[in-house]
C-alpha cells in the first residue's frame, strides 16, 4: 500500500491564481480530511469527508472548496489564493476508531 | 467544542535525560487521545493513542503516556531520550462518541542535544 499521498510537494502561486492539491488513499478509508499547519497552532481542520459524496467544513473553510466523488481521492481547491493561506497541508484518512494517517504535506506559498 | 494545549513549545534535553511533554484537554465528552510526531521535513506519524482500558499506554520506541480523567491530562514521557527523537510532539482528542475529527495542541518541539 501506498497509504496516503499527496501531490505536489511543493507550490509557488501568485495571489489570486487557483490550484488544487490531490491527495489520494489506497486503503478504503471511509473518512478523509484535510488540515493546514502554521507555526505554534498545530494543525486545524480544513475540510472533512465521511464517504464518497459527503463533505463538510471544518475549523478554517474560507477560501477552499472540497469535493468527494470516489473513496480513493479528495482534492482540495484553492479558488483564488491569499498570502494567507500560505501553509503546509496535511491530507488525511482513517477508518472506524482507528487513528489518522497523514500524507508527507504540500507547502505552498503564496506571492 | 474541545481545546488542546501543550504546555511547551520548546524543550532542549541532553542525550539520555528523561523528557516530559505536557498535554491538557477540554471536553464535556468522552475522548479518545493521540500524540503524533513529526520529523523535519515529515509528514505526521502515530506515537501512540489512549481509545480505552489501561490509562498508561506505550510505544515501541519508549515513550508512554498517561491518561488523567480528573486531570483531564495527557502528558508524555520517555525516560531515556537520543538524537534520534529530536521531531515536534503533537497531542490531539477526538470525541469518542463521534470520533471523526481531530482537534490539535500548538506543538512541542523536541531539541536533544548530544
Known amino acids: 500500500n501506498a497509504g496516503v499521498t499527496q501531490t505536489p510537494k511543493f507550490q509557488v502561486l501568485k495571489t489570486g491564481q487557483s490550484m488544487t492539491l490531490q491527495c489520494a488513499q489506497d486503503?478504503?478509508?471511509?473518512?478523509m480530511s484535510w488540515y493546514r499547519q502554521d507555526p505554534g497552532m498545530g494543525l486545524r481542520l480544513i475540510h472533512y469527508?465521511?464517504?464518497?459524496?459527503?463533505?463538510d467544513q471544518g475549523e478554517v473553510p474560507n477560501g477552499y472548496n472540497v469535493s468527494r466523488s470516489t473513496t480513493e481521492d479528495f482534492p482540495l481547491r484553492l479558488l483564488s489564493a491569499a498570502p494567507s493561506q500560505t501553509s503546509v497541508y496535511f491530507c488525511?484518512?482513517?477508518?472506524?476508531?482507528?487513528?489518522?494517517?497523514f500524507g508527507p504535506g504540500t507547502r505552498l506559498t503564496v506571492t | 467544542a474541545q481545546s488542546v494545549t501543550q504546555l511547551d513549545s520548546q524543550v532542549p534535553v541532553f542525550e539520555e535525560a528523561p523528557v516530559e511533554l505536557r498535554c491538557n484537554y477540554s471536553?464535556?465528552?468522552?475522548?479518545?487521545l493521540f500524540w503524533y510526531v513529526q520529523y523535519p521535513n515529515q509528514g505526521l506519524q502515530l506515537l501512540l493513542k489512549?481509545?480505552?482500558?489501561?490509562?498508561l499506554v506505550e510505544s515501541i520506541n519508549g515513550f508512554e503516556a498517561e491518561f488523567n480523567k480528573s486531570q483531564t491530562s495527557f502528558h508524555l514521557r520517555k525516560p531515556s531520550v537520543h538524537i534520534s527523537d529530536t521531531a515536534e510532539y503533537f497531542c490531539?482528542?477526538?470525541?469518542?462518541?463521534?470520533?471523526?475529527?481531530?482537534?490539535f495542541g500548538g506543538g512541542t518541539r523536541v531539541l536533544v542535544k548530544p
Open positions: 469527508s465521511v464517504g464518497a459524496g459527503i463533505t
Open positions: 471536553s464535556s465528552v468522552s475522548v479518545y
Open positions: 489512549y481509545l480505552s482500558g489501561s490509562t
Open positions: 490531539a482528542v477526538s470525541e469518542a462518541a463521534a470520533g471523526n475529527k481531530l482537534t
Open positions: 488525511a484518512s482513517k477508518t472506524g476508531h482507528h487513528e489518522q494517517y
Open positions: 486503503m478504503n478509508h471511509e473518512y
